[in-house]
């Protein structure tokens, strides 16, 4: 077993949840950056290990990023943490850009004072939300950003601030962008799983519509548990890179929706989606889909879970836990 070491901020969130059990399945000793002095959210890390070491911190404390890098001394770093829900990026978006943006810089800056020999891994979460406005389909690693939202747009300063850490600096810096990935842990402000825990409490009887927005939107979904299989692959290269981590596969939220439904058996299921403005964004992603091809060539990595196959896990698991 190894005993490598691995620094995680954004535990507390879907991916960093899922990561940290990856890396302690390979023998890791997993250490995370919590914010606040009482994160309810503490507990879902505990859950999984009490073995897991958490510095409390914030991203946008240099400082608490720097005590966090001198007592866990990690081989890897995963930035996973973010302002991460893109419609309330436009209501805080200096808040978004100070943590989203900023932060990856906060982190990127206190592992070249840390580590000046370039020792440590980084892991940058970039997303899909950089495209924005799409100049071409699908998406590639080479693809023109136009991103759509203050959280696209800080997410494409982190993307461009990792790159040139990389190129400056020589450090091992990678970028994964990532298409939207869903999981029975997913946030409930996302669309999915909104949609996934209303259709198990009207099918309960517990609710009797549910209200959502652009349902034309389309994405490409994948599930949590295989993409942080992605992420950690990248820092196992001899050289550091940007890969595009996607399923490939394009569904609109109405056919997600639809999907979500039929997992129940209810067949009106037009008439439980009340189309609702509060829901739709000053400006919109209309679709986003990525070409996976260099993360299968070089990772050896694919995504394994099926669209249908994660719908059922999430309303299944929602069913237990409406
Ligand atoms: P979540 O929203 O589930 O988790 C976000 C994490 O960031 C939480 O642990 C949160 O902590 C932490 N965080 C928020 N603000 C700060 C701060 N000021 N300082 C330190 N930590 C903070 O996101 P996901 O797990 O879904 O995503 C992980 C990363 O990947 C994010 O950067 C996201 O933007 C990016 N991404 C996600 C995709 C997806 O489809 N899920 C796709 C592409 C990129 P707290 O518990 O305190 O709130
Ligand atoms: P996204 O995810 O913005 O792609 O960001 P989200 O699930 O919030 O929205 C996807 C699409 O669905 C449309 N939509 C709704 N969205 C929400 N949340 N609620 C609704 O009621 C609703 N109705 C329709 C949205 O307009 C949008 O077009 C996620 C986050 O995880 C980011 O952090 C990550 O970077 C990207 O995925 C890739």
């Given amino acids: 077993m190894s005993s490598r070491r691995a620094l995680i901020t954004g535990i507390t969130g879907q991916d960093g949840l899922y990561l940290s059990e990856l890396l302690l399945s390979k023998g890791y000793q997993v250490h995370g950056l919590i914010r606040g002095q ?19 911190g914030d991203l946008t404390d240099f400082a608490s990023i720097a005590r966090a890098l001198k007592a866990s001394d990690p081989d890897e770093v995963y ?37 000046p020999d370039n020792r440590i891994r980084f892991y940058q979460a970039s997303s899909s939300e950089m495209f924005g406005k799409v100049q071409e389909t699908p998406q590639t690693e ?26 400056a600096y ?36 517990l609710q009797d519509e549910v209200r959502l927005g652009n349902l034309d939107a389309a994405r490409d979904w994948g599930h949590a548990q295989d993409f942080v299989e992605a992420m950690w692959m990248m820092l196992q290269q001899d050289n550091p890179g940007d890969y595009i981590i996607a399923t490939g596969h394009l569904t609109s939220v109405r056919r997600f929706a639809e999907l979500a439904f039929d997992a129940v058996g209810i067949d009106d299921w037009e008439s439980r989606v009340i189309l609702d403005p509060a829901y739709t964004r000053p400006s919109d992603v209309q679709t986003l889909l990525g070409n996976p091809e260099r993360a299968q060539e070089i990772l050896g990595w694919k995504a394994q879970t099926t669209l249908d196959d994660l719908v059922l896990e999430m309303v299944l698991h929602d069913l237990k836990n409406p």
Avoid: C, W
């Avoid at 991103?147 to 190129?167: D, L, M």
């Fill in 38 to 56: 009482n994160n309810p959210k503490r507990v879902l890390v505990e859950e999984i290990s009490p073995e897991i070491v958490l510095h409390e």
């Fill in 79 to 115: 930035n996973l943490g973010a302002v991460s829900f893109v419609a309330h990026s436009f209501r805080s978006a200096l808040h978004t850009s100070n943590v989203t943006g900023q932060g990856a810089l906060n982190v990127l800056e206190a592992i070249r004072l840390h580590d």
């Fill in 142 to 167: 080479t693809t023109r950003f136009y991103p759509r939202s203050p959280y696209g747009a800080a997410k494409a300063f982190a993307h461009h601030v990792t790159v040139n850490y990389r190129e």
């Fill in 170 to 205: 020589g450090m091992h810096a990678s970028a994964g962008i990532l298409f939207n990935h869903e999981s029975p842990r997913r946030g409930p402000e996302f669309v999915t799983r909104k949609i996934t825990q209303a259709v198990a409490r009207i099918s309960l009887g």
